[in-house]
């Protein structure tokens, strides 16, 4: 059974830094793209960055210039450097990947982890 585990998530001042971690685990054959996605109390679910296997990377508006994402493909883990922190990037933060298990790649979603930043 495939599964991905998240942590690094917690309270942090405003202006601070977290690094969020989320690891593949189960049978597969490979990973696809990898990414990170919040939802805070009241709204929907929003991307906030995804990366290639190949390291190709895309960020939302709103932490350009703030946070990196990066992966290990040897550990089949994504990473989510977080600084500069903002009340409103208090969240939710999901981790995504597009994991192969068949032909076909399916979507796989992590617990989340709650990132809570005070002003």
């Known amino acids: 059974q495939v599964q991905l585990v998240e942590s690094g998530g917690g309270l942090v001042q405003a202006g601070g830094s977290l690094r969020l971690s989320c690891t593949a685990s189960?049978?597969?054959?490979?990973?696809?793209?990898m990414g990170w996605y919040r939802q805070a109390p009241g709204e929907e679910r929003e991307l906030v960055a995804t990366?290639?296997?190949?390291?190709?990377?895309n960020y939302a508006d709103s932490v350009k210039g703030r946070f990196a994402i990066s992966r290990d493909n040897a550990k089949n883990t994504v990473y989510l450097q977080m600084n500069s922190l903002k009340f409103e990037d208090t969240a939710v933060y999901y981790c995504?990947?597009?994991?192969?298990?068949?032909?076909?790649?399916?979507?796989?979603w992590g617990q989340g982890t709650q990132v809570t930043v005070s002003s």
């Open positions: 995504n990947a597009r994991i192969r298990i068949a032909v076909n790649p399916y979507n796989y």
């Open positions: 189960g049978r597969f054959f490979g990973i696809n793209d």
């Open positions: 990366i290639s296997n190949g390291g190709t990377t």
